[in-house]
């Protein structure tokens, strides 16, 4: 079965420092992407950043960056010079293509705040 | 903002009522998916539609009753709940392209949902 884990619930940084958040997954599909997602209070699901499976850069979007180990299953998302803004749920997300629909696999989230 | 929106916002209902969520997409999009979020658990995938038609039935109960009309709209109706299906109802989009997990999920801001 596929499965999405994050294992920190919480995390907080200060305003400007770097904060990394982890992600580990379970797979036996070949063909996949990965996902990082922010839920604000306003409750809006905004896509952070994505990882293609058979891309082995890691992809990078401004200040938040991704650490993908394809073996490890490991998909960890770096936010630099953190700011207020960007404290919100964190959710990391798996994708695959089955039975003629996509599924999105979304771990249980972790709370980032964010201190002045 | 995404492109998908959803009505009501939030929605109080008794047991015996029969209520509506709605969501409407702008973005051309041909996939439309419902999504329950609850405390401490991981968004769960309810449904799937494909160009309007039902791709995915996540082992729902019966008393969600999901309708596409167009692939711009996507409704889910409500009747005889039971107190814990008191969630966030999220309802996403995307362009599904057959034989690949290519695509970007977007989501709207979701009904909270509050059964007494």
């Known amino acids: 079965a596929q499965t999405v884990t994050q294992s920190q619930p919480e995390m907080s940084v200060q305003e400007a420092e770097t904060v990394t958040l982890s992600c580990t997954y379970d797979t036996s599909e070949s063909d996949y992407y990965l996902f990082w997602y922010k839920q604000p209070p306003s409750r809006q699901m905004i896509l952070v950043i994505r990882q293609e499976a058979y891309k082995q850069q890691n992809a990078t979007e401004n200040r938040f960056s991704v650490n993908f180990q394809k073996a490890a299953k490991s998909f960890s998302l770096k936010i630099s010079d953190s700011q207020l803004g960007d404290a919100a749920m964190y959710f990391c997300?798996?994708?695959?293509?089955?039975?003629?629909?996509?599924?999105?696999?979304f771990g249980k989230g972790t709370k980032l705040t964010v201190n002045p | 903002e995404t492109g998908v929106t959803q009505t009501p916002r939030h929605l109080v209902m008794g047991m015996t009522n029969k209520k509506s969520l709605k969501c409407e997409q702008h973005l051309g999009h041909n996939a439309m998916y419902w999504y329950k979020q609850s405390a401490k658990k991981p968004l769960e995938l309810m449904f799937v539609y494909n160009f309007k038609e039902q791709t995915e039935n996540n082992s729902v109960p019966s008393r969600f009753s999901p309708e596409c009309p167009n692939s711009s709209h996507l409704f889910l109706h409500l009747h005889t709940l039971q107190p814990e299906d008191s969630a966030l109802y999220l309802c996403?989009?995307?362009?599904?392209?057959?034989?690949?997990?290519?695509?970007?999920?977007?989501f709207g801001a979701g009904t909270r949902l509050s059964v007494l």
């Open positions: 997300a798996y994708t695959w293509a089955q039975g003629g629909s996509e599924k999105l696999v």
């Open positions: 996403a989009s995307s362009q599904y392209i057959a034989g690949g997990a290519k695509n970007i999920q977007y």
